[in-house]
């Protein structure tokens, strides 16, 4: 079945410092990938559509200068969380648009943990 | 506006026990998919439903798609402790907004022992 992986698991940062998390698709090709924000007992929240080779459209109240994505290939997107501070402590899920058995369907990642320091 | 309510949002059971996840709202979805996760971890699908009325069954759980695409549930029979895990409906406008998942705020179930 589709898969789709997200590097790193988790990351621990300081206070004003970027981290780039990584989503790719690994058996399709993925026009489109969705990223969210998870807190703890909460439901997933969307942040923005990335589509590839273009810019990102970014749900309202999400900072697209402080978030940035880029799709640059069919099977990468990249988030960047720029000088994070520790309220960006969050789990964040990529997700990723193939087709599977009951047609079109969305594969999630595994998450990236992200604690600011 | 919460777009798509899921109920309820917390449900501790005995295990052997049955439950009903309801995900309701005023829209017309395309169609809907339930996932599980669990912590730490992403969603997994567990399925999607396209066409009102369907039902489908994957082992001891039934998922329902209303008749009108408006809503859906989930039942589990029987259940066991390893059903524990956060439960999300998602489903997808009629109109298609890039293809865009609308969540539930999810069921927190713990089966004890």
């Known amino acids: 079945g589709a898969v789709v992986s997200q590097h790193p698991s988790r990351v621990i940062c300081k206070s004003g410092t970027s981290v780039k998390i990584e989503c790719r698709s690994l058996?399709?090709?993925?026009?489109?990938m969705f990223w969210y924000r998870q807190f703890p007992k909460q439901s997933l929240m969307l942040m923005a559509t990335?589509?590839?080779?273009?810019?990102?459209?970014?749900e309202q109240g999400v900072e697209k200068d402080k978030f940035l994505i880029n799709h640059a290939s069919l099977t990468l997107s990249t988030l960047t969380v720029t000088s994070a501070h520790p309220e960006d402590s969050s789990f964040y899920i990529c997700s990723a648009r193939g087709w599977g058995l009951a047609g079109e369907t969305q594969y999630f990642g595994p998450g990236t943990r992200l604690l600011v320091l | 506006t919460q777009l798509l309510e899921q109920s309820p949002q917390f449900l501790s059971i005995q295990e052997g026990e049955n439950l009903t996840v309801y995900c309701n709202s005023s829209s017309v979805f395309s169609s809907l998919q339930w996932y599980r996760q669990e912590p730490g971890e992403g969603p997994v699908l567990l399925v999607t439903v396209v066409t009102g009325g369907e039902v489908k069954k994957l082992k001891r759980l039934t998922f329902q798609f209303g008749d009108a695409r408006k809503d859906s549930s989930l039942h589990i029979t029987a259940a066991q402790t390893g059903d524990t895990g956060l439960y999300l409906c998602a489903g997808s406008r009629i109109y298609n907004q890039g293809g865009k998942l609308i969540f539930g705020q999810g069921t927190e179930l713990s089966v004890k022992p």
């Open positions: 058996d399709f090709q993925a026009t489109t």
């Open positions: 990335s589509n590839e080779g273009s810019k990102a459209t970014y």
